[in-house]
């Protein structure tokens, strides 16, 4: 390491709220999936920014468009109209068949916004104000108070109870479990159509079926949480149209912007009629013109260059692939996850793997302590699922000692 990116991180621990555990390299440049440090060292990114840069990095159509807007204006406000934000919007509802849409600066706070629009939908039912929301056990949607209160890790809340009340948690593809957690209070189900932190595990079809009908027999809402699992990464725009349903509100961000920081949260008609009106909720930034510039080039590339499709190519040999670890390394118990949001399920903490990986030039998470988690750009191609694979057999041998 260079005496200056060794300079830049001890200035960093000292001016930086420590609330991030960061490995130690400074990045400064990015070109394709590729990503470059400060002594230009190169390093293969099977992270993606968790997920944001699904056209990869450096992308000179998405570029130009954002530079046109600085040039345009940046920021106008929500009392009056942007160009950029209607035809993001409109490209959005087309897309996912929803009908309105409300734009964030985050997945957390698109998490907040369906919260909202839930409770006073239920509100204006019978002018209660002590609806409950069910959420699912293992879930991670967010660190702001809502979003934290329906985050279904109880480690991520402890310090920060009692939060905003009147939550319950179910087990992801147990009916039964959100059975026992209706009551005449109830007013949403929501959960992550895959969960990401708490482990790559996939809804399945039979339980959002199940969730879907029980919605529609009782009047609740079913939110889906597409945070993570949008945008084409489970090789589908949006994961639940996998199944042939459809939610009555559904939360976005990450690869929506791939890089610009905004979110949103979209809902059907007949929610937005009666829930959240004029004054009910706001954002001084969400739907500027430079963040929905951003959208709206991404959904136009995304169609443009079929990057669901191509995703649904690609997630094959890489999951071929990630098995044929599993076969080899009987410490690697299976390999979890949908289209190119993937997790290797180990018997044992993988940081050591994590850390052997980056020193030898490739990027990688985790989901929880023994889970190796791969999020890549949508744009990878086999030859850098086959890179990957290299560097990750030399790090799993380099760090066996401590596995």
């Not at 039912?125 to 702001?144: L, Q, V, W």
């Not at 044929?324 to 690697?332: G, P, R, Y």
């Not at 940081?351 to 998470?365: D, F, N, Q, S, T």
Request: charged share 25%; glycine share 10%; proline share 3%.
């Amino acid at each position: 390491m260079s005496e200056t990116m060794r300079q830049y991180i001890d200035e960093a621990e000292s001016v930086l709220l420590h609330t991030y555990n960061r490995y130690p390299i400074v990045l400064k440049r990015g070109e394709g999936v590729y990503l470059y440090d400060l002594d230009d060292k190169k390093y293969l990114d099977f992270v993606s920014g968790i997920g944001v840069f699904a056209l990869g990095y450096h992308n000179r159509e998405y570029n130009d468009a954002l530079k046109a807007q600085i040039d345009a204006i940046t920021h106008t406000s929500n009392y009056y109209y942007n160009v950029p934000a209607i035809e993001a919007a409109k490209k959005l509802t087309r897309v996912s068949g929803m009908d309105r849409v409300f734009f964030t600066n985050s997945g957390a706070e698109s998490v907040e916004g369906a919260i909202k629009a839930a409770r006073k939908y239920a509100f204006l039912k019978d002018g209660n104000t002590d609806h409950e929301i069910i959420a699912m056990h293992h879930s991670f949607h967010g660190r702001t108070m809502g979003a934290l209160s329906v985050t279904g890790n109880p480690k991520y809340r402890e310090a920060f109870e009692p939060g905003i009340g009147q939550i319950r948690f179910a087990q992801l593809n147990d009916f039964d479990s959100v059975l026992s957690c209706v009551t005449d209070k109830t007013c949403a189900i929501l959960l992550e159509t895959v969960q990401g932190e708490g482990g790559l595990y996939p809804a399945e079809e039979d339980f959002l079926r199940k969730i879907r009908a029980l919605c529609d027999e009782r009047d609740l809402l079913m939110i889906l949480d597409e945070v993570q699992c949008g945008m084409g990464r489970t090789g589908t725009l949006f994961a639940w149209q996998r199944y042939g349903i459809k939610p009555d509100l559904m939360t976005l961000a990450k690869g929506i912007g791939c890089g610009v920081p905004v979110g949103a949260f979209l809902m059907t008609e007949r929610v937005a009629e009666k829930s959240l009106a004029a004054g009910d909720h706001g954002t001084t930034y969400g739907g500027n013109p430079l963040a929905c510039a951003a959208v709206a080039k991404v959904l136009e590339l995304f169609e443009r260059d079929n990057i669901v499709g191509h995703v649904r190519e690609i997630s094959g040999y890489l999951e071929e692939k990630l098995d044929a670890l599993v076969s080899e390394f009987d410490f690697i118990r299976l390999r979890r996850g949908v289209g190119l949001m993937q997790g290797l399920v180990f018997d044992r903490p993988v940081a050591p793997v994590i850390e052997e990986a980056l020193k030898r030039g490739l990027i990688l998470i985790n989901a929880g302590p023994d889970i190796l988690r791969f999020l890549p750009p949508l744009i990878i191609q086999k030859e850098h699922v086959d890179e990957m694979m290299g560097i990750l057999r030399e790090s799993i041998a380099a760090g066996k000692g401590a596995l």
